[in-house]
């Protein structure tokens, strides 16, 4: 079984490296693709379990990846901070210590909040650690993803990497209601290093997006934010504006 894999399509917009450490995510989100994907029912995508030999997987393809410099996000398919996760026998502990141990960075993409800050003692500033943000409005976030930790935890989590040196990146993906994403930046950019925007892809949407995209460029331009614009939103985007805005080389991230 390979376990590191390079993603395709929407997924390569976000890392050159993956892998999915379990099968099933507690979340619920009712915009999550993954049951459609793999033909299963919604119901039966929250049972969570680890991935068979998901562990020696990891180390054989690592062995091969050593000192790779691509960082290898976690996760896609699920989110690797599931409750049921515990320690001091974490399967996503042990994956980063695993990655580490090959000299290979890391990348962190959960829906959890207090539960992902039990290991920023393994990143470092060679990682990254983020967060899907989709509301800022905790009944909406219920409504839309109800397994999934409040705002203010996944806020809260972000606060914290960036205070440790961790570089912070938030996926503001889906936009589901343009006014809840605009308020999250407003909310976040003194602690969010960059943000990866898409547009909602896999459920009909009354979003006008043109006029979404323009004040999403003028919020990005007044909070100063690091963003990359993925493809989804690329129509809609003001040619006036570049799709993606990095730090100068030693400029200092938000």
Known sequence: MQAIYTPRGKAREYAELAVNLFNGCPHGC?????PTIKNIGRSEHLTVSPRPGILDAIERDAQLLKG???????????????????KPFSVTREAIMLLK??????????????????DFDLLTPADKFGCTLTFIDPSLSTKWEPGADLPTDRLFALRCAHGRGIPTWASLEPVIEPEQTLALIRRSFNYVDEYKIGKLNYL???????SFCVNLAATLQDCHA???????LLPYWPDNMPRSYQPAKGEPAN
């Not at 009712?30 to 993954?34: A, F, G, I, K, S």
């Not at 790779?68 to 515990?86: E, K, N, W």
């Not at 141990?101 to 039990?118: C, D, F, H, N, P």
């Not at 009909?204 to 043109?210: D, H, I, M």
Request: charged share 30%.
């Open 204 to 210: 009909p949407s009354e979003v006008n997006w043109r």
């Open 68 to 86: 790779d410099r691509r960082h290898v996000l976690l996760c896609f398919m699920c989110d690797p901070y599931p409750p049921s996760d515990q």
């Open 30 to 34: 009712t915009y999550c693709y993954v």
């Open 101 to 118: 141990r090959y000299k290979m960075r890391v990348a962190v993409l959960t829906k959890a909040g207090r539960r992902a800050m039990e």
């Open 226 to 232: 690091h963003y990359y614009i993925k493809d989804s």
